[in-house]
């Protein structure tokens, strides 16, 4: 017997499936698809409130994203066949559209926790956002969703301060990009480095907590990191919402990085933050995809993190 205590929006939608990279690219469709698999073989996906994400609006982007760039990328956008954006990141004739939900799944997700209609949100998605900058694509991503949500959050809904948690195993850079510097957004990390992008340890803004892990480091290293820089830092920040950017290639059973985590390390850690949240932002966390490229640990990995956002006891 299976038991829910809080409400967990799934916000996704097809169009996210038809973005495709090349048969060769490790950020592909079966990713969302081996999602689906785990939340319906463990009963979870039940309990979970599913939405349809909605295009992301010009206005919503331009918030994160100067509105010249979100012009370009409109304009880049093929008819057919494939153009490459840079040497990682190339878009199909479905691509804008997935980019446009991906961003508009994180809008509608933070509507919902904002309004009272979810607890908390997890938006099921690709492509994947947090290393695109202001006015650069990057590392298979388009547009910041996790930027997009914060911004919007303040500007709609009248929050002060957003935290940005990021566990991915490679640094969000562009969402450091986006919001260095910037007193009302507190963004913690952990990430493998050296490693791409290459960036987050030389001298980041104050309202950075970058912390950098080697390769090789497991579960003990990013549960020290969690539990001796992050929490005290959030605690201190106060969040009035939090959003996550939830990359699970920092897995080890995930040959694209050298990090060494498990299934239940992402349960753990999705645990702390739910604990924060309940400090301090009335339980309020909007979650959206980023990397895991291991199928069956990234089903596994998100099953676990959505199930401790929904309280879910079996």
């Not at 909007?286 to 199928?295: D, P, Q």
Request: aromatic share 6%.
């Amino acid at each position: 017997m299976i038991s829910v205590t809080m409400t967990v929006a799934f916000v996704t939608h097809a169009d996210c499936l038809k973005h495709e990279m090349g048969a060769w690219h490790p950020e592909r469709p079966e990713r969302l698809t081996a999602i689906e698999d785990q939340l319906i073989a463990s009963g979870v996906g039940q309990f979970l409130v599913r939405h349809d994400a909605p295009l992301a609006t010009d206005e919503q982007l331009a918030r994160v994203h100067p509105l010249e760039y979100v012009r370009a990328i409109h304009d880049a956008a093929p008819q057919a066949g494939t153009v490459h954006l840079d040497p990682d990141t190339a878009m199909n004739p479905h691509s804008l559209d997935a980019a446009l939900r991906a961003a508009g799944a994180a809008v509608l997700a933070t509507d919902l926790v904002m309004r009272g209609e979810a607890d908390n949100a997890f938006c099921g998605v690709r492509p994947p956002g947090h290393h695109a900058c202001r006015a650069r694509p990057m590392g298979f991503c388009i547009f910041n969703n996790v930027a997009v949500a914060a911004r919007h959050a303040m500007a709609v809904h009248g929050v002060k301060r957003v935290a940005i948690v990021d566990f991915d195993v490679h640094h969000g850079n562009g969402t450091e990009d986006i919001f260095e510097n910037d007193p009302d957004v507190l963004m913690v990390s952990t990430f493998q480095h050296p490693f791409y992008p290459y960036s987050g340890t030389q001298d980041p803004a104050p309202n950075m907590v970058n912390v950098p892990l080697a390769a090789g480091a497991g579960g003990e290293a990013f549960r020290s990191a969690v539990q001796d820089v992050w929490l005290p830092a959030l605690d201190a920040f106060r969040p009035e919402l939090i959003v996550v950017s939830a990359g699970f290639d920092a897995h080890i059973e995930d040959d694209m990085a050298m990090l060494r985590l498990h299934d239940a390390d992402y349960g753990w850690v999705t645990e702390k933050l739910v604990e924060v949240a309940e400090r301090h932002c009335q339980a309020r966390i909007v979650s959206s995809l980023e990397g895991g490229y291991a199928l069956e640990a990234l089903g596994r990995s998100v099953l676990q993190h959505v199930r401790v956002l929904a309280s879910l006891n079996a």
